[in-house]
């Protein structure tokens, strides 16, 4: 049993590490412009720099998160900061943008570490009776990153450069990595002597990359073969898992665990219907509205710090009441600000859009911690590592796919074209399209978490 000052230091290791990530993501979006100005790219391009990083952390959670099962939840967890930090430096170093995409890439491998390893830690750390309001905390300090990239971002960028955001989580991914292996000893392997499912990760990382490739190339014939060849990739995953001794994913989980695989698909299209406006938003600020990135940053943190200050209190009032419940509260909020959202035009009232993304960060806020909860709930203490990984891949494809779907808009109403001023009417009617594609996407999530709240309710 870890001790009291244990179990406190661990959440403030996972928590510092678990924000690195998204202060570069957020941090990134909001010099979005900038970086396009330096390296003269279209919007197709640009939305490939945030995509590359969902893409590899989505390919490698899977994986990862059955490795640290076998050889170590805290082993992984380091070397993850370890990958963020190599990877902020060939970032900050970009000669291109081709580059810039690549350490984007690097940068999603060390976060699939992360992410894989992070709940399944405070699982095994942790008692029951603390995991929902422990993950409240992880999921805010994952939001405080957020807004802290979001400030850092837009006053680097107004004041200095976009690559120095980049050096910013070097010391802090060192102190995460002291503080871990100072006061935690050990280490946690529950599945200890087994060996990796190399047919399984080969096929899993396969799978997502043909489809989330071929989805983001619609609709070529290139997109439409890496989607065919993606979907059969899956189809022999399934296949394989269900016949292998020690598979990467059991199956089963999917197949005869109804609220986790229910739980997990809420996840995955929650994310594909909310995630993508964020990005919008900063386009929106800074092309349709002429806001340089400070200003576009310091409306980005206030959102983001409305979403860290209501997170923890969602995940205690998960751990008193039905969390699918709350989950689903948070969903309809997403619906309302994406409603108004469908009608943006310029006339729309700057203040009446803000309103709309609060709406939307607010719903985020209660979604995450209580389905999070439930995905971990649902398993054994064993397999923790492969439904931390496993719900973390669900969010990251949703991400992915959200972003995917930007890229098909963006490619059909610019093609090659840079965003101009002149260009600001084709930009809002394409982000008016989708926001309504999103929208039904949420409907479509409202409907799942209320199938995964019957489940549920009928397995216990």
């Not at 490939?48 to 590899?56: C, S």
């Not at 059969?232 to 005869?256: E, K």
């Not at 002429?290 to 751990?319: H, N, P, Q």
Request: hydrophobic letters at 60%; aromatic letters at 12%.
């Amino acid at each position: 049993m870890v001790s009291r000052a244990g179990r406190r230091y661990t959440l403030l290791a996972v928590a510092l590490g678990s924000s690195l990530a998204p202060f570069m993501v957020a941090g990134l979006t909001v010099a979005i412009p900038s970086v396009g100005e330096e390296f003269a790219t279209d919007p197709v391009t640009l939305s490939w720099i945030p995509t590359a990083f969902f893409l590899a952390a989505a390919m490698f959670l899977i994986p990862f998160g059955r490795i640290a099962d076998i050889y170590g939840v805290k082993r992984l967890f380091s070397i993850g900061l370890a990958v963020y930090f190599v990877s902020a430096l060939i970032a900050a170093l970009a000669p291109t943008a081709a580059v810039l995409i690549g350490a984007r890439f690097l940068t999603g491998a060390g976060a699939a570490m992360i992410f894989a390893t992070s709940f399944a830690l405070l699982g095994l750390v942790l008692p029951d009776s603390e995991r929902g309001a422990a993950l409240g905390v992880n999921i805010a300090a994952s939001f405080g990153g957020f807004a802290l990239g979001f400030l850092g971002g837009g006053l680097l960028t107004y004041y200095s450069t976009w690559r120095v955001l980049f050096l910013v989580p070097l010391p802090v991914a060192l102190l995460a990595v002291g503080i871990l292996r100072r006061n935690l000893p050990g280490e946690c392997a529950l599945s200890k002597g087994t060996r990796p499912d190399l047919p399984g990760i080969f096929l899993s990382t396969a799978t997502i990359f043909l489809v989330m490739v071929g989805l983001s190339t619609l609709p070529a014939i290139q997109g439409a073969a890496a989607l065919v060849t993606g979907l059969a990739a899956l189809a022999a995953f399934m296949v394989h898992g269900s016949r292998a001794s020690d598979p990467v994913l059991d199956i089963s989980l999917i197949t005869r665990n109804l609220p986790f695989a229910l739980a997990n698909g809420a996840v995955l299209v929650y994310n594909a219907a909310s995630f993508a406006s964020i990005y919008l938003f900063s386009l929106y600020f800074q092309y349709a509205l002429g806001f340089d990135a400070r200003l576009a940053g310091v409306i980005l943190l206030f959102t983001s710090l409305i979403t860290a200050s209501l997170v923890g209190y969602a995940g205690r009032l998960s751990d008193r009441t039905s969390p699918l419940r709350v989950a689903a509260a948070g969903v309809a909020m997403t619906l309302a600000g994406l409603a108004i959202l469908s009608f943006l035009s310029a006339a729309m009232p700057v203040t009446v859009a803000v309103l709309a993304l609060v709406f939307l960060v607010a719903g985020v806020a209660f979604f995450q911690p209580p389905i999070y909860s439930t995905v971990i709930g649902a398993v054994g203490r064993a397999m923790y590592g492969v439904a931390s990984g496993f719900v973390e891949t669900m969010r990251l494809l949703g991400m992915t796919i959200s972003m995917a779907v930007t890229i098909v808009a963006f490619a059909f109403f610019f093609g090659s074209t840079e965003i101009t001023g002149e260009s600001t009417p084709l930009l809002l009617e394409s982000m008016q399209v989708l926001f309504r594609v999103y929208f039904t996407l949420a409907v479509a999530s409202l409907a799942v978490t209320y199938l995964a709240g019957r489940a549920r309710e009928r397995s216990l």
